[in-house]
């Protein structure tokens, strides 16, 4: 009886050092993945202005999002999701996942608004202790039956990561969106400035 006891024990320990070695391996090719990918993915274009403070942008002219919504509008406020852009990189409906710590950040935030009903905005940012490094609020008016933005203001962050939380209220309706961001420091080779 002691012996059976010995080889399920062996067992039950071979079986979660294989689980260990397993996830182990994962996690390194995901992290080669991503640090292969982080140099192809950050690019840097030229100089931008950025805009000071939260606010709601409508479009007044018809888009493409807005042409699919009109076929069959919802009645409530629905998010089109959150992304972050810079002074130095454009992007459009994504969020790059690296940035340098000398670039100008905003947060932009999209959203359907089923009624005239002013909204809520809220942007956090927090380092991964949970420490709160950005916080934006404010209650906006905005354009019914039309896609809305949100955009905020973040400025520059230190090197480090953190998650975005971004969330607009209308009612009792909420749009909500989180994501995790790297900040790296000018002194990295993916944080060159273009001349």
């Known amino acids: 009886m002691m012996r059976d006891e010995c080889s399920k024990t062996d067992k039950g320990v071979s079986n979660v050092s294989k689980t260990l070695v397993t996830k182990l391996a994962v996690l390194a090719t995901l992290t080669g993945l991503l640090s292969g990918s982080a140099e192809a993915a950050k690019r840097l274009d030229p100089t ?4 000071p403070g ?6 007044s002219a018809s888009t493409e999002d807005q042409d699919a919504i009109r076929t069959g509008p919802p009645k409530r406020i629905v998010g089109f ?11 459009v409906y ?19 608004a089923g009624s005239d009903n002013s909204v809520h905005a809220l942007v956090t940012i927090k380092d991964r202790s949970g420490r709160l490094v950005y916080q934006a609020e404010d209650t906006m008016p905005v354009e019914a ?7 905020a203001d973040i400025g520059p962050l230190d090197p ?16 909500k969106q989180r994501f995790w961001i790297q900040v790296t420091p000018q ?8 001349e």
Do not use: M
Request: charged letters at 15%; a negative charge.
């Open 48 to 51: 931008r202005i950025a805009q």
């Open 54 to 59: 939260l606010s709601v942008v409508s479009p």
């Open 81 to 91: 999701g959150s992304w972050l852009t810079s002074n130095y990189e454009v992007d």
């Open 94 to 112: 994504t969020s790059n996942y690296l940035w340098c710590d000398f670039e100008h950040l905003q947060l932009v935030s999209g959203f359907f």
């Open 145 to 151: 039956h039309a896609v809305n933005y949100v955009i």
């Open 160 to 175: 480090g990561f953190y998650r975005v939380f971004s969330r607009t209220i209308q009612k009792e309706k909420t749009a």
């Open 187 to 194: 002194s990295d080779a993916l944080c060159v400035v273009p």
